[in-house]
């Protein structure tokens, strides 16, 4: 199992586009991407810039090929000009 968190900074004009695009990004994912397990995104509640998509995938191959899909390819770039700075990602395997 892989487990993906990623957190973003949203420049606070633009909160409600992030959430926009980003729910499109998490319904398409839901929807279409084999090996997909969780894939949700998380609004921090004190302080509401701060966004964390939360993610479960079968193996590293659905990951990647998630990654590959394109809504991801269309949706991620609009995502990136809305944050302020740059994003952090995580990418963890259980420790066995």
Known sequence: MIYVVAKNSV???KIEDYIKLAKKLVEATNKFDEGCVEYELLQDINNTQI???IEQWESKEALDAHLSA???QEILPLLRDLRD???DVNIYQKVE
Do not use: N, Q, S, Y
Request: hydrophobic share 40%; glycine share 16%; proline share 0%.
């Open 11 to 13: 420049k606070v004009d």
């Open 51 to 53: 966004f964390t998509m």
């Open 70 to 72: 394109t809504h991801v």
């Open 85 to 87: 700075g740059a994003g």
